[in-house]
């Protein structure tokens, strides 16, 4: 099968070394693609964002699935572009992304459905939301642009200050653009945090997975959320019983609810999730694999990930077994000096083939020039991926591979999966 996979991050290096390894593959493009997929198949020179040229690309080399993994392309219609010309395509409409695309829409939809989450109020009037907010206790909300925000329209305020500080940004300043015409205040949560994804098609859900991101750029949780900085799995504090409350209250309520809104979703659905003491809450959903987490989810999954994608781009999911394995992985990112603000890329890279005898190194924000060397591109550039017995192995792995590696200016947290460990000494 020839398949084209949209994307050029680290969840799409994941996603195509995990392609590459299909025996149905017979050809992997990746568009616009980063070094790394360059090293499983051939990257194309087409922008996420370019949708007629992707069409018009699908058409003409006849792709037999086409794989949109990042939100915005899923959010903005791509993949209904692609279904409309006749093209077999994986990912969800972009009515069934608006569970994404709108934390309002998404909120309301909860509620309609009584899918348990926070007690949320949108706003788009700046001094009506400041009121709200100082009828609430200080530090007990959340402030969420209600569009896309490249994983950072979320703010936890400390003070009232700090919290009349993000509504005006988002609501008046545009902090976040469009996105942040509309906001949400949310009842701020408490306990573990947990990513948990299955494969959706309809009302039918699948083996369900659950892992754990690090969002701050500073460890101990500290500073300015990033796209991500590290994941591990499985949680320490995941059970068989918290899967079936999971699975039974909040994802397939939700795929049952996308389908009597007339948005049936087919994808993979990613419920970001917070287990209070009165159970599981859903803090969002995305309507992808999230990055980083896909970077351990792909080592973990044992199906094939071209079987999966195609039953699902032809609406036969239910004909699929999805398999995971309880093996534990983490994932250490390196990000530039400056990130998430400013930084320099074209910055030399070394140490990735001294990382690989550790782990798997994924590729993000990197490119080589005309002498093959391997540069910086982004804020998020590359991590290894540890597996182990235990989650202290694939965690020291990680860290070994991590260690190999070199760049100016390179950061990386040095507490992802420290938490866990406790439990591998109990």
Known sequence: MKVLLIGSGGREHAMAWKFAQSPKITELLIAPGNAGTAEVGTNVDIGVDDHADIVEFAKNEKIDLVVVAPDQPIVDGLCDLLRQSGITTFGPSAAAARIEGSKIWSDDLMTKYAIPTAESVAFSDSRLAM???????TGSLVVKADGLAAGKGVILPETDDDLDSAIIGMLDHGAFGKSSASILLAQRMTGPEASVFAFVDGEHVSAEIATCDYKRIGEGDVGLNTGGMGAYGPPEFWTEELAYQVRTEILEPTAKALVNENSSFSGVLYAGLMITDSGPKV??????????????????????????????????????????????????????DGYPGSYDTGVEITGVSEAAEHGVVFHAGTKTDDDEALLTSGGRVLGVTGSGETISESRNAAYSGIAMISFAGMKFRRDIAERAIQGDKD
């Open 283 to 336: 803090i969002e959903f995305n309507c992808r694999l999230g990055d980083p987490e896909t970077q351990i989810l792909m080592p973990m999954l044992e199906s094939d990930l071209l079987e999966i994608c195609l039953s699902i781009g032809e609406n036969r999911l239910d004909t699929q077994t999805v398999m995971w394995s309880d093996s534990p992985h983490t994932f250490v990112v390196a990000v530039s």
């Open 131 to 137: 009121e709200y907010g100082r009828s609430k206790p």
